[in-house]
């Protein structure tokens, strides 16, 4: 049934194709024979609420919109007049690199599907999670105050609400240069009080239920961690669904 | 490898701002490339930045290449040229934000940059020596790194620029002047030199794609961009494909319908609402003009020489035509062609906002801000709601920035005060962005290379030093 290839490092020299390794235990497919042939075909990993039929239609239809033509129209450049002898005299020759990328007919798709055949090969696939991975870290991190911070908001104090709002825009709005300073201050001396923000003090202050609270700026090493990162891979970049689920709205779209 | 070519001069600068290592050269001009999929938005850097003229400097070029009803094919900026663009056909290099075709990105560059000789009409963009100019760059984030190669081959190899940098676009707007934005006071550095925003999430909406980018002190945080494959040229598809249905076939004019979409749609507020009472006034059969959501867009005429305009939506036109001249209308009247748009107006921008409506398995633009954020630790998401800046075309549509604002409202954290601003051109303002970063020397020169450099490590480098690896 499946044939998988060991994909070697080098990058593919022919066009129009490449490898897409098959990354081993593949829940649904497990799943199919136990569904009945034709729902498991039909639902295979589409999300369980549409076909595969309409996935597809779906999709064909997101294609579509990303046309800039309708029809596939061939709009060849204009050949140039030996490149202007006079213009171009100045530069150097063609390189082979050049002459390589202008002649290079791939689309994007082409290359994307080398880079993802690329990235599954040469490390299982986490390059490109990497990120994600290390963002619960620094989430969690965080995730606990926020909670109880969204929880303390729910009691009716409009004033405090007020008033916390207004410390945070103090907070942001006080320019670069005092937070610079904060930064810089505590580059080495990495304790916890230097880096709570400066809220305006008020008499609430020391009552539990109105007390003004913001998350503790990270520190200078954590950014400049979070700013080394490299790049996502482009599929790990784009937009997730909505995880609430909401389902999606439909039209009857008729004149 | 490099070129043969000996290297550039040795000339000493005169400038005290250079960088330390003396035996580096970095060309004091620059000129500053933002390579929009529809737009090229290209300039040079002017001595005296930080002000908002100096977007005159910068010019629009059309980034397609063009085959008209009559097999001309037509380049770049020549497109102000075209009368007549029903049926014309695009071709264009970029595709969701990168250089994809470099065989018809170099033919508009060529003709744009370096053709002919610098004259009044084309200096402020006319490149004459290469060699001695530093180009800035964009790129649309989380690039593959082979198209990111491809651009340093070429930019370096078949152009031979003295200094290069390759920035990420949306980052370069964090150089601009955004405390007036915000209506933040003014910090009081007049006399230092230019620095980038401290806390920005800038929005970009474009062509070919739209993107959320955390800016922290003028760099990206990787790990928060999020990226949403729907932009301007999407929703002029979408527009000609409902009205392709419903009305006149459109599907070959893709000109005409931006046209239409640009002047028409707009992004509703109160979707309900709104369907509601399109449905409503289109079943009215009321006489003469009324106020309300349906439009009539009457087509243009290259024949006549007659532009594409709106006017408000006469439910009768339809039935006095078919009377022909005894309804007394004028022959004029009698043959153009009309389209009536109702809730295509607000239905198609809507896609921005709640992709799912074609199926697309994507959150909005206000839920990709919080994805954004939900990897970042929390004490910076106030700071990045409170700083929300929207750049690209899309920008523009009426109502965009006011749905992105509630929206985001509604879903944020209680807390955080949320601000959104669209930049004061959200055309240009990387470009902007970027002529200011040019003129903290400093700055620039640590994100530069050097053609010397170039020859020197080659292409491989050239990718790993714009990654910060090197």
């Given amino acids: 049934m499946f044939r998988v290839e060991l994909v070697s490092d080098t990058s593919t020299a022919t066009p129009g194709w490449s490898y897409a390794p098959t990354r081993g235990f593949d829940p649904t497919q497990a799943m199919a024979p136990t569904l009945g042939r034709k729902r498991g075909i039909r639902d295979a990993g589409k999300g369980g609420d549409i076909s595969s039929r309409q996935a597809n239609a779906i999709a064909r239809h997101i294609a579509e919109l990303d046309r800039e033509n309708q029809r596939d129209v061939a709009i060849p450049a204009p050949v140039k007049q030996a490149r202007e002898a006079g213009a171009r005299g100045t530069r150097a020759k063609t390189t082979s690199n050049v002459r390589r990328i202008l002649q290079s007919q791939k689309t994007f798709r082409n290359h994307l599907d080398d880079e993802e055949a690329a990235i599954a090969s040469s490390s299982g696939g986490v390059a490109g999670m990497q990120g994600a991975g290390g963002a619960s870290i620094v989430a969690a991190k965080g995730g606990r105050t926020t909670a109880a911070a969204v929880r303390r908001s729910a009691t009716p104090a409009s004033t405090a609400g007020v008033k916390r709002s207004a410390a945070v825009s103090g907070m942001i709005t006080g320019t670069s240069t005092p937070a610079r300073e904060t930064m810089d201050v505590e580059t080495d001396g990495d304790e916890e009080p230097a880096r709570k923000p400066k809220l305006i003090k008020s008499e609430y202050d020391n009552d539990p239920l109105l007390r003004s609270y913001a998350p503790p700026v990270p520190s200078d090493r954590l950014m400049q961690r979070l700013l080394a990162e490299p790049p996502l891979s482009y599929n790990a970049s784009r937009a997730k669904p909505l995880a609430a689920g909401r389902p999606g709205r439909h039209f009857c779209y008729s004149v | ?470």
């Fill in chain 2, 1 to 470: 490898m490099g070129t043969a070519k000996a290297r550039a001069p040795p000339r000493t600068p005169a400038t005290p701002t250079q960088p330390v290592e003396t035996s580096r050269y970095l060309p004091d001009k620059t000129f500053i490339i933002d390579n929009g999929a529809y737009m090229i938005k290209a300039g040079y850097a002017s001595d005296a930045p930080a002000s908002d003229e100096s977007v005159s400097a910068c010019s629009s070029i059309p980034n397609a290449l063009v085959k008209t009803r009559d097999n001309k094919i037509v380049i770049g900026a020549q497109l102000a040229t075209v009368n007549d663009w029903n049926e014309a056909m695009f071709r264009r290099p970029v595709e969701k934000g990168y250089v994809v075709n470099w065989e018809a990105e170099r033919e508009i560059w060529d003709q744009s940059f370096f053709d002919g000789k610098p004259t009044a009409r084309n200096r402020n963009y006319h490149i004459a020596d290469p060699e001695d100019t530093t180009l800035v760059l964009t790129e649309a984030p989380n690039a593959l790194p082979i198209l990111q190669r491809h651009a340093d081959e070429m930019v370096m190899e078949e152009w031979g620029f003295g200094g290069y940098a390759r920035c990420l676009g949306p980052t370069l707007n964090a150089w601009n002047e955004i405390h007036s934005l915000f209506g933040d006071p003014l910090s009081n550095t007049s006399g230092a030199s230019i620095l980038p925003a401290d806390c920005l999430l800038v929005v970009d909406s474009g062509y070919s794609h739209t993107t959320v980018t955390p800016v922290y002190k003028g760099h990206a945080l990787q790990r928060g961009i999020r990226r949403l494959d729907l932009g301007g040229k999407h929703l002029t598809n979408y527009l000609k494909e409902i009205v392709s249905m419903r009305q006149y076939n459109m599907l070959d004019e893709s000109y005409i319908m931006n046209e239409v979409k640009e002047a028409v749609c707009y992004v509703s507020n109160d979707f309900a609402g709104d369907l509601e009472q399109a449905w409503k006034s289109g079943r009215k059969r009321q006489s003469g003009p009324e106020e309300g959501i349906v439009l009539d867009y009457v087509l243009p005429d290259p024949n006549a020489n007659k532009k594409g305009f709106i006017r408000p939506h006469d439910p009768l036109l339809h039935a006095k035509k078919k009377k022909g001249a005894v309804s007394g209308l004028s022959a004029e009247v009698l043959s153009e062609d009309v389209l009536v748009l109702g809730n295509e107006r607000f239905a198609v921008p809507e896609l921005l906002f709640t992709p799912g409506d074609i199926g697309m398995k994507s959150a909005g633009i206000p839920d990709m801000i919080l994805q954004s954020l939900s990897v970042l630790p929390t004490g910076l998401h106030s700071a990045f709601l409170a700083n929300v800046l929207v750049v690209g075309g899309n920008a523009l549509i009426p109502g965009f920035m006011e749905r992105l604002e509630t929206e985001l409202r509604q879903i944020a954290s209680a807390e955080c005060v949320v601000r959104v601003r669209r930049a004061k051109d959200p055309v240009h303002s990387t470009w902007l962005g970027g002529t200011r970063l040019a003129a903290n020397r400093e700055e620039l020169s640590k994100v530069s290379i050097t053609r010397q450099e170039y020859q020197e490590y080659g292409s491989g480098w050239a990718v790993r030093r714009f990654a910060g690896l090197v």
